[in-house]
Every structure is written in C-alpha cells, then in structure tokens.
C-alpha cells in the first residue's frame, strides 16, 4: 500500500498510498539531511548516490562541507518502508548532529494527529506532541516513537523501532508542507565500539485495514500499525498482572490479598514473596561509589 521514489541522490521524487499519489511540495529539501547542530547551522542534503543493493536501496557518500560520512538502506516491508543507516565523523572532534528524514508531503487541510484523543487541521505553522527532556538540539522529544498525518491520499505516518530508541522529534510543518523525523547525536572518537559514529532506524508506513482491526484512520490506526510492525516490542512476557509495590515489606500489609501485588521493588522479604507468587525485584544503591565533586567554580564574566 504505500510506494517511495528515490532520486539518485536520495530525494524524494515520488510518494503513493494505496495506489493513490501523494502530491509533493516543489523545491523542498527531501530525504536524508544533515545538520551541524553546534554550529546552528541549516539543514542540507545529505548527498551521495543511491545504488541497488541485494533487493533493497543504498544511499551512501561523504558530505565534505559537514566532514561526515552515512549510509542508508532503503528495505520494503509490507505497507512500509524501512530505513537504516548510520551517520559517521571525520573530523575526529566533538561533535553535535542532527539527522533528519523530510518527506515533502502536501497535507494543507488535513490532520494532524496529536494523540489517541486529539487532532488538529493542519494550516501553517508546525504541528508536534514534545515533551521537555533538556536534551538534544531543542530539549524536547516526542511523546511517542509514532506520529501520523492524513490527507486526501490517506494516511501517513513515521515511526522509530522501539529497540533502536534514540532521541528524536516528529513533526509535521504545515508552512514547509513537509512530514519531519529529527535525529540528534553527539559523536565522539572516545567511545569505544563505534568511535565518532551514531546508527539510526526509522520505517514510513501506513495502516493496512487488513491489520488494524477496523481502526481505519487516525493515531489508533497508526498505533495499531505500528504494533504490527513491531510485534515483539509488544510481546507480554510477565506470566502474572497485578500491582507493584515499591519498598515496603507486602507481609506488613493487612489482607495483602486484596490488592493482587505482583511485583515487589525492593525485595525486603523474598521468602514470603514467592510463598505468596509475588515476582522480587531487588533495588541496590551503590552509595559508597560516589564521588563528591568540589564546588564548581565558574569563570568571571569579562
């Protein structure tokens, strides 16, 4: 149900749900982008060439201007495409970069979906669910690794796999008319496995009617979606439900049965938790590793 064309430098050329043809915004950037977010500088197109790659599509290059080499593979799955790749320094400094995945979607006089519970009509200006975390390039990331739009066309929607979770923002920019998914990271040469280097995964899709079960439009289509994509992120694998008690011996609590306790923080009383079928979960504090940092002195303004 869903189409991407790729340019040979990883544009967007072309975009169809269900068969129907997305009209795309003319001149805007679209695709792979990047920005040094140190320097505040603008996005640009990542650049490179796409090339065919055992049944997927590769984009992959060195963007010299922002001394970064990437790479990203383009994979079809059913009702979606899925995206990953990774974002590499050359510089062997410090730095701060944001990736970006545009898609240049007209959507004016659609929806954008906000929650389970609300929606707006998308005119100009930016549509976003953030919440303030104080990290990455704006200290603020969605609420959900999901976010979805619909216009004539359909429905369309971006997601970050759960086990690739990064910190990242999803946004639909009605003034641009462009479908937004921003990446930040900060790259090192210190870090170990993969010096200077930050990996990244991200899938378009659209809900199929078929696995949504009758959620047909809107943020409960594109979550139902999106658990279809992601099964075992959504796997229970707890045998028992029940309440969690965090600190407190459950033995001390008066007719304890009353309240289904499951899961017990702290784990003050194991012997009687697995008497009783309670899960024990022990909460150990390392006090006697921290290290007390001399009052912090800052640098006189000139």
């Known amino acids: 149900g869903l189409k991407l064309g790729l340019g040979p430098e990883g544009a967007v050329t072309s975009l169809s749900v269900g068969g129907k043809p997305w009209p795309l915004t003319p001149g805007a950037l679209s695709g792979l982008l ?71 979607v007209q959507a004016a006089g659609g929806v954008w979906w906000q929650d389970l519970l609300n929606h707006e009509a998308i005119a100009g200006g930016t549509y976003a669910n953030l919440r303030h975390t104080g990290v990455g390039a704006t200290g603020n990331t969605s609420a959900f690794p999901w976010g979805a739009i619909s216009a004539a066309p359909g429905e369309l929607c971006l997601g970050v796999p759960m ?18 998914l921003d990446f930040d990271f900060g790259l090192s040469p210190l870090t170990k496995a993969f010096p200077s280097r930050a990996d990244f995964s991200l899938v378009i899709y659209t809900p199929d009617a078929r696995t949504v079960a009758g959620a047909r439009q809107g943020f409960r289509a594109a979550t139902a979606a999106y658990y279809a994509l992601f099964p075992e992120a959504f796997t229970r694998r707890s045998e028992k439900e029940g309440l969690w008690m965090p600190f407190t011996d459950i033995a001390r609590v008066q007719d304890a049965e009353d309240f289904n306790f499951a899961f017990q923080e702290g784990a003050s009383n194991i012997p009687w938790d697995e008497a009783h079928g309670i899960y024990s979960f022990r909460y150990i504090s390392p006090h006697w590793a921290m290290l007390w940092m001399p009052e912090r002195q800052e640098k006189p303004t000139p």
Do not use: M, W
């Open 34 to 104: 990047l920005r040094d977010a140190a320097a505040d500088g603008q996005f640009v197109a990542a650049g490179g060439r796409v090339a065919a790659a055992e049944g997927s599509l590769r984009q992959a290059g060195t963007n010299a201007a922002l001394k970064l080499d990437f790479a990203a593979t383009y994979r079809a799955r059913p009702g979606a495409v899925e995206v990953q790749g990774f974002v590499h320094d050359l510089s062997g400094q410090d730095r701060a970069i944001t990736v970006r995945f545009a898609l240049p």
């Open 163 to 180: 086990d690739r979770f990064v910190v990242h923002r999803l946004a639909y920019d009605g003034t641009a008319q462009c479908f937004t």
